[in-house]
């Protein structure tokens, strides 16, 4: 893929985040990036917040969905906007502004550099992070080591990363990901599975006072333990491909490394 065919936009779910969107959107165009706004079912007053963002901002589009999807089904929706308008790859950024998003453009090089990866985001957590939080991503980091038979992934949850949209675009045209909170994670698996290179670059994260989470401690953490059950039965069919692969890498003595191959970190 050569500069002139690398496209790149960001890609923002909302839902319920009237009093953060507008900074998200502002510091990514301040990025270069194009913005894909995907309103979730937003209440009435974010709904006249994120119209008054749209139509006031250069370079920045909404699509509204008729219901509550949640994050998965915006996010979705978003990646296949940005495909069929042209863009080659998007970067997911959360509306809540937990992300260090002075690193857009780190991530968008990256990805530039390596146009088949995907690049995602390595949490380096401040002491606002709260513990439960933390534990939930060690069990799923745990699961994810199981799935895809390897340390490839030091994090599947972080909702900062550049989708290349080719691939994603593929993938949800074959099958429907879960909707809720763990598409995050599905969709990494998924992708590792059809052999997507990915490189992970460290990424700063707050949970700053009064901000809005919509994870639900009990139903969200039950649906993540679901999908990982069912990763796990379908990984044991797909065990010896990806014990080939691995295999085969490791004979080629790391050609894949340096950013074209399954997770490196940079």
């Given at each position: 893929?050569?500069?002139?065919?690398f496209?790149?936009?960001?890609?923002?779910?909302?839902?319920?985040?009237?009093s953060?969107?507008?900074?998200?959107?502002?510091a990514?165009?301040?990025?270069?990036?194009p913005?894909?706004?995907v309103?979730?079912?937003?209440d009435?007053?974010?709904k006249?917040?994120?119209?008054?963002?749209a139509?006031?901002?250069?370079?920045?589009?909404?699509?509204?969905?008729?219901?509550?999807?949640?994050?998965?089904?915006a996010?979705?929706?978003?990646l296949e906007?940005?495909?069929?308008?042209?863009?080659?790859?998007?970067?997911?950024?959360?509306?809540?502004?937990?992300?260090?998003?002075?690193?857009a453009?780190?991530?968008?090089?990256?990805?530039?550099s390596?146009?088949e990866?995907?690049?995602?985001?390595?949490?380096?957590?401040d002491?606002s992070?709260?513990?439960?939080?933390?534990?939930?991503?060690?069990?799923?980091?745990?699961?994810?080591?199981i799935?895809?038979?390897?340390r490839?992934?030091?994090?599947?949850?972080?909702?900062?990363r550049?989708y290349?949209?080719?691939?994603?675009h593929?993938?949800?045209?074959?099958?429907s990901?879960?909707?809720r909170m763990?598409?995050d994670?599905?969709?990494?698996v998924?992708?590792?599975w059809?052999?997507?290179?990915?490189?992970?670059?460290?990424?700063?994260?707050?949970?700053?006072?009064?901000?809005?989470?919509?994870?639900?401690?009990?139903?969200?953490?039950?649906?993540?333990?679901?999908m990982?059950?069912?990763l796990?039965?379908?990984?044991l069919?797909?065990?010896?491909?990806?014990?080939?692969?691995?295999?085969?890498?490791?004979i080629?003595?790391?050609?894949e490394?340096?950013?074209?191959?399954?997770g490196?970190?940079?």
């Amino acid at each position: 893929m050569t500069g002139t065919d690398f496209n790149p936009c960001a890609v923002i779910p909302v839902y319920n985040h009237g009093s953060t969107a507008g900074g998200v959107v502002g510091a990514l165009r301040a990025s270069g990036l194009p913005v894909i706004l995907v309103d979730d079912g937003s209440d009435a007053a974010t709904k006249r917040i994120l119209q008054e963002i749209a139509e006031h901002t250069e370079g920045c589009r909404l699509f509204t969905l008729p219901r509550n999807l949640g994050k998965g089904g915006a996010v979705s929706r978003g990646l296949e906007e940005a495909f069929n308008a042209g863009f080659t790859h998007a970067l997911q950024a959360d509306a809540d502004g937990q992300h260090d998003l002075g690193r857009a453009g780190d991530f968008i090089e990256q990805a530039r550099s390596s146009p088949e990866a995907l690049v995602g985001g390595r949490p380096v957590f401040d002491s606002s992070v709260p513990a439960s939080r933390l534990s939930g991503r060690r069990i799923t980091t745990f699961w994810v080591r199981i799935e895809t038979l390897s340390r490839d992934i030091p994090d599947a949850m972080c909702g900062f990363r550049v989708y290349p949209l080719k691939a994603c675009h593929r993938l949800l045209a074959g099958r429907s990901l879960r909707r809720r909170m763990e598409f995050d994670i599905e969709i990494l698996v998924r992708l590792y599975w059809r052999r997507v290179p990915m490189v992970f670059l460290p990424l700063a994260v707050t949970y700053p006072a009064g901000g809005v989470s919509h994870f639900r401690l009990f139903r969200d953490n039950l649906a993540i333990g679901l999908m990982h059950a069912c990763l796990f039965f379908e990984m044991l069919a797909r065990a010896p491909g990806i014990l080939v692969r691995r295999f085969t890498r490791r004979i080629l003595g790391g050609a894949e490394r340096g950013g074209n191959g399954h997770g490196a970190l940079v």
